[in-house]
């Protein structure tokens, strides 16, 4: 009774959605899918600000839709983050965070203090929308959903409407929500960097059905995704920092299944951080090792083998101990090495991206 | 010379029934405003229509249907009768019942677009901030779509100001009751007091062009808001 339960047909004209689903009522959660794929229309469904033509939807065992039922968005209890911050412009920033807060149900769990603190706009509370940065917008929308205090943060690309440099800025925020919040997240994304950076669990949507869904690393290690990631195919592995060197600026981080070094990024030793491996940046080999750039070297086996999005491309899966590692190679140097299920493997890693 | 007594009597006449109507139509055209801004009904166009159709209709075709509707053998006559409130047509109220009618595209009008503009997502925020619809109304669209509230009522009351055709039929010249100054103007045109009739037309001539010079000049304002 701890998850969420969500089944809804929408059938409109060039656009239909038919799912059926059960989410975690923990961590984040990224619903993850190209443009159309309905991933936006879910959470509204889940929202109520849509209305399918067919639907259940019970949240930790409390019914908000179903043949009878009708809960409308206002009665739900629900935070929920838009693209576009969609502050209201005749508010002040402080205004803005007041209006869910005085609306809210009394039990408070996040506090106006705390929600100003997370998303750091201390500093912005007396200023008007329209005198605030694309960033600093979208860190007050944050905080004003979670002033409500929800049992539920549903963000709908909250990062989609900003450059880079804004993208950078809030992030960290995200970041720290993750960490801090009990609350599940439904994180609407078609950004393969966010949710490798955010997510717990990983739902993937393809023209209104959902393709895959399970914990991240699982999911991403699947080679049967009917979506091709490209240059973003890769896994994240949770890890520990275990050791720094601090003469060459270099962390050691362990997984299970062997560790990895990567630039130094200040984490301290001992601290959980997860690790991102793409494809295009894992190499195989056989034989005995020889002088090479490349710091990290494991052992694995072939454990699949799939074709890549080019016919040149193969992607292969090798587990690394408890840990599965993808990596891209032509066919070529697959037939040449002899690449086969089962077959033990030296995998080389050129780089690997820290992300917390 | 300035104005006598009469004249005074029909400026305040004018202004009753102008306040009156202003009033009545922000009440009674905000939620037609806000059906048609909002509804994806079939009946949007005909509603809209039958909202607009005083703009194009001459004034005397509404008074004489007014007439009859609200005149003693008419349907609303009839209920006025049974209510005790007597028959509309030549008091002071008849006279706000057409005016309402009269003026309605130029208060549901600027509402509607107020609210077009707006869009769905100021709406969807406040729900999901807790507001009730009615909540939301209040501490969302009124303030956001306040421009358009206050351009309905000054364009509503000045209209009704200006009115004459309707007036005349559904309310004759009745001194007190339903000489307005446009009817005042015309009776001293008719009996030549040009200078009594200078008086009143001046003044008219001069509130109109100050509630158009607010109303222009007031534009970027409203553009922003939207």
């Known amino acids: ?356 | 010379m300035g104005f006598s007594d009469a004249d005074l009597a029909a400026i305040w006449l004018t202004l009753r029934l102008a306040s009156t109507t202003t009033a009545l139509l922000l009440l009674i055209g905000t939620p037609i405003a806000w059906w048609l801004a909002r509804t994806r009904s079939m009946w949007k166009g005909p509603v809209g229509a039958v909202v607009a159709l005083p703009l194009v209709l001459p004034p005397t075709v509404l008074g004489f249907y007014l007439l009859l509707i609200l005149g003693p053998d008419g349907p609303v006559g009839r209920l006025t009768h049974l209510l005790g409130l007597g028959a509309l047509p030549f008091t002071f109220w008849g006279l706000v019942v057409g005016s309402v009618f009269y003026s309605m595209p130029f208060v549901v009008q600027p509402i509607q677009n107020a609210i077009e503009a707006l869009g769905e997502r100021p709406l969807e925020v406040a729900a999901t901030l807790r507001a009730s619809p009615l909540d939301c109304f209040f501490t969302v669209v009124l303030p956001l779509a306040r421009p358009g509230f206050i351009t309905a009522a000054i364009l509503g009351f000045s209209h009704t100001v200006g009115e004459f055709g309707v007036v005349l039929m559904l309310g004759g010249n009745i001194p007190g009751v339903t000489r307005v100054v446009s009817v005042q103007i015309y009776d001293h045109v008719e009996a030549l007091e040009y200078a009594q009739a200078h008086w009143l037309a001046g003044s008219m001539v001069i509130f109109s062009f100050l509630v158009l010079l607010t109303l222009y000049t007031r534009r970027p304002n409203l553009n922003k808001a939207g």
Not at chain 1, 119 to 148: F, M, N, T, W, Y
């Open chain 1, 1 to 356: 009774m701890e998850n969420i339960e969500a089944l809804f047909r929408v059938e409109w004209p060039g656009f239909s959605l038919n799912v059926d689903l059960t989410l975690p009522g923990r961590g984040v959660t990224a619903l993850f899918g190209h443009s159309g794929s309905g991933k936006t229309t879910l959470l509204r469904c889940i929202a109520g600000l849509e209305r399918p033509t067919q639907g259940k939807l019970s949240f930790k065992g409390e019914i908000w839709q179903n043949e009878h039922t009708w809960l409308p968005t206002h009665k739900r209890p629900l935070g929920y983050v838009f693209q576009e911050a969609s502050l209201f412009p005749h508010l002040s920033v402080l205004g803005n965070l007041r209006y869910g807060i005085k609306r809210a149900s009394t039990e408070h769990k996040v506090s106006l203090e705390l929600a100003v603190d997370l998303l750091g706009i201390a500093h912005l509370l007396d200023r008007k929308p329209d005198r605030l940065s694309g960033g600093e917008r979208q860190r007050v929308g944050i905080a004003r959903a979670l002033a409500v205090s929800p049992e539920i943060l549903l963000m709908d690309e909250p990062l989609a409407a900003l450059d880079l440099k804004r993208k950078q800025e809030i992030l960290p925020y995200l970041e720290r929500l993750h960490d801090e919040l009990e609350i599940p997240v439904l994180y609407v994304s078609h950004s393969p960097d966010e949710v490798a950076r955010l997510a717990d669990h990983l739902v993937v949507m393809d023209e209104g059905r959902v393709v895959a869904h399970g914990p991240l690393s699982e999911t991403l290690a699947r080679l049967d995704l009917p979506i091709r990631l490209g240059e973003d195919a890769g896994v994240v592995l949770d890890a520990v920092v275990a050791e720094i060197d601090d003469r060459w600026h270099l962390a050691r981080v362990e997984f299970a299944g062997g560790s990895l070094w990567t630039r130094d990024h200040g984490i301290p030793v001992g601290k959980h951080t997860r690790v991102r491996v793409l494809a295009r940046d894992v190499s195989l080999a056989s034989g005995e090792p020889g002088l090479s750039s490349i710091q990290n070297m494991l052992s694995g086996h072939v454990d699949a083998v799939a074709d890549d999005d080019h016919p040149g491309l193969l992607l292969v899966r090798v587990r690394i101990g408890n840990s599965s590692i993808l990596s891209r190679l032509t066919k070529r140097s697959a037939a040449t090495l002899g690449i086969e299920v089962g077959r033990e493997m030296r995998v080389q890693i050129k780089s690997v991206a820290l992300m917390e």
